[in-house]
């Protein structure tokens, strides 16, 4: 009796591939982007409407962000979905 493989999908090639490959680190584009502006995670928290620990969360990957917030990143960082959140491709 032989035991099937299991196949794994083919991942999407995005534009921005040279943050996509950082799995562990996908969200640094967020850090880089917030420094850019020299604003803290109180700063974007404060702009946003959302928690400081909110914010943590999705630079540090734990969590995802709603659709809301992340257009309000966008608008905020002046960057689109597909560079701020190559992997997150329920949002496009």
């Known amino acids: ?32 982007e917030r420094k850019n502006l020299k604003l803290t995670q ?9 928690s400081i620990s909110l914010i943590s969360s999705l630079e540090s990957n734990r969590s995802r962000p709603s659709l809301e917030v992340a257009l309000k990143l966008q608008e905020l960082y002046d960057v ?4 701020l959140f190559p992997d997150d491709n329920d949002f496009y």
Do not use: C, H, T, W
Not at 2 to 29: D, M, N, P, Q
Not at 42 to 50: E, M, Q, R, T
Not at 80 to 83: A, F, M, V, Y
């Open 1 to 32: 009796m032989k035991l099937g493989k299991k196949r794994r999908k083919a991942k999407k090639i995005y534009e921005s591939s040279k943050y996509f490959s950082l799995k562990g680190a996908k969200r640094e584009r967020l850090v880089n």
């Open 42 to 50: 109180s700063d974007v928290a404060k702009k946003l409407g959302v």
């Open 80 to 83: 689109p979905l597909e560079q």
